[in-house]
């Protein structure tokens, strides 16, 4: 038996890992502070209604963000619409149905693996799938399928070109693995005896799904959610490759519009030799953390909604 | 209510009248449809400011401007998705033939000038004029100067500090050809930013640096990087917006472009979408910090659009790259 060390080392110790864990916090939050000061130092006196409600020009004083504003909400919501639904179904399909089968091993593999897939291979696929429709419908849009008018809000147009259901699609794709993910982890914390219990009142498998266990997982999958959509918003490498103007005058009418996004508009103005436009991509960034806010705000709101106490 | 019939109709006609007089402005108003263009991000802010006086005037045609690169819109460009390509670089042979295949003419519209600037730091008082020469033994691979010494015997033996654009740039690529030549290399003990930002504010803090970017970077800078002459066989020349467009400011003045699908070109909004490009480039390219292509050239540049004359002119019969001055090259 080994002779316990004497109370003041392990004490000592005990403080050391503390603070050790205090400083590492705090480097994270100090560094973020700064970060956020000196943005809202910056671009602080930016904000006004104008910046928000007019578009992009060549003199500072005159420009605004309404457009990529307006494509960065449009593609974020068709890419949360879409890859939410998509990987919290994929996500029950292999914890609570599918049986451990080579099958499932091989895709369960290739989910991890595609988490780690640099987002411009996804802009690659979503050109050549969703944009292009592998060159189903001829090379030229003047060709293209079309259904309905262009002006009306149900248009829908094959190939899709470089519209905001393309943008939104390759988005999904890009964090598809991520929702898959922490949506299985959620899953697999919910105690079994919950879903034997459920079982064993009569309940069947959908019913233990719908009524026990994704309930129960709910606080986990919207904490994957806002991870995942913070991931979205700041994406430009993809949509660059899919097509994402930055000049434009409009904003979206329908799945099929012409699109600017965020990050681009603010990289675009953060590279002009002219200080003062530096100070618009301060005021950009701004705007960005808060539709990122209210995007997360909604999966907040969806968490305490949906919510059960697990007793 | 007859009476009311009546003065609608007088002031139908009144207003159509009067819309016959203001001639184009009015039929700017009444163009309808789309322009889709792409390409450069150093052509982006004169489209865009193009684009933005367009799009006052001709409030209902949609105008799109993308940032892809002049490698990436040449793609959209021939793969038909775009009506026109904004290029800091004239098109290359492979992206010719890549139109072709495709069955897509273009016209060639060179729209301002770009003076690559080699600065130095304020600080550096012995570094004034560069020849070419000189330049490639400082960024070459082969016989690069560690020193300011190793430039030019009278120089202090201080450590050269080198900054340089993004490899992936127009401006690099650009910078490349006219030091090195298409096959030599760059040095690759160098700091590279695709940021040009970055890059003055790397040069402003060090007084043996050295760096080179476009001249609007160094028109907005000016009190915190000096810019050096150039030497190119006619006695040193400092890059001036008078300079560079009358194309004293040789070999680093580079011609901008847009290359328009010529089918697009049939489409009455995009014909009067480079009408007016080429209408108020003049004055544009300088508010937004570029230079203005002189008249004589600008000229030649409308009859060429007037006539939709196809193809490149800095390709010649043979398929190899033509070099030179634009007012050489450009017919």
Redesign the interface.
Known sequence: MATPRPAATRVFQNRAFLWLCLVATNVAVVVLAVLLLSIFWQGFGELDWDFVTKSASRKAEDAGIKAPLWGSIWVCAICALTALPLGVGTAIYLEEFARRTRFTRIVQTNILNLAGVPSIVYGILGLTAFVRMFGAFGSNLENAVEFGSPESLFYLRLPFGSSVLAAGLTLMLVILPIVIISTQEALRAIPSSLRSGAMALGATPWQTVWGITLPAAVPGIMTGAILAMSRAIGESAPLLVVGSALFLRFTPENLMSEYSVLPLQIFNWAQRPQAEFHALAAGGIIIQLAVLLTFNGVAVLIRQKLQKPLL | MKTARIAACAALFGASTLMLAAGQEANLADLRGAV?I?GS?TV??I???V??EF?NAAERV???????GTG?GFK?FS???IDIADASRPIKKSEVELAEK?KIEFIEVPVAYDGLTIVVNPKNDWCTSLTVEQVKKIYGAEASAKTWKDVNPAWPANPIKIYSPGTDSGTFDYFKEVVIGKDGAIRSDISVS????VLVRGVAGDQNAIGFF?C??Y???KSRVRSVAIDGGKGPVVPTVESIEDGSYAPFSRPLFIYVNKASAARPEVAAFVDFYLKNVSK?AG???YVRIPESILSRVRANWEARRTGTQFIDAKGEAVHGALADVYK
Do not use: H, I, Q, W
């Not at chain 2, 949609?62 to 892809?68: A, I, L």
């Open positions: 889709k792409d991000s982006y802010p489209t865009e400011a684009a933005e799009g949609r105008v799109t401007v993308g940032v892809s990436g959209r793969a038909g998705e495709s695709e940021d040009d930002n476009g609007a970077y028109f907005e800078n544009l508010e937004v910090g």
